[in-house]
């Protein structure tokens, strides 16, 4: 059943002193994840509230693996075009297909845009690409 009002349930976990601190934070992280971000200052009155204000660096520390955890339109990423797969032969337990391919295929076939990688050295033009494998 979808949870309409996600912060209405999430407060009283995180009010609750018998709770430990890092089950709290793990409350804080499925909400972002399930809003898909929120906003600074609703971040930061839930760190000073549930006062976890020393461990806050795990919460905020998730942006780094892309995750968005300050949604806002100045703050959204941009997302890594995907291929389309659907025609690929896949594993009965595998359901998706991680981004790493998609980048790492285009970095071998020198497609990779050089304003998202700077740092990816472009290859020679009579490169072929038959030296990657």
């Known amino acids: 059943q979808k949870i309409k009002d996600s912060m209405r349930v999430l407060l009283p976990v995180l009010l609750n002193k018998s709770h430990d ?31 976890i204000e020393s461990d806050s660096d795990m919460i905020r520390n998730w942006k780094y693996l892309d995750v ?13 075009p995907r291929r389309d797969r659907s025609k690929e032969e896949t594993f009965q337990l595998s359901r998706w297909t991680p981004v790493i391919k998609d980048v790492m295929e285009d970095a071998i076939e020198n497609k990779l845009d050089s304003k998202d990688w700077p740092y990816c050295s472009r290859c020679p033009p009579t490169w072929n690409g038959s030296g990657a494998v």
């Open 21 to 51: 601190s890092y089950d709290k934070i793990r409350a804080i992280l499925l909400y972002i994840f399930s809003t898909n971000g929120t906003t600074q200052e609703n971040l930061d009155k839930l760190i000073q509230n549930v006062q």
């Open 68 to 80: 968005p955890v300050i949604s806002s339109f100045v703050a959204q990423q941009h997302k890594y």
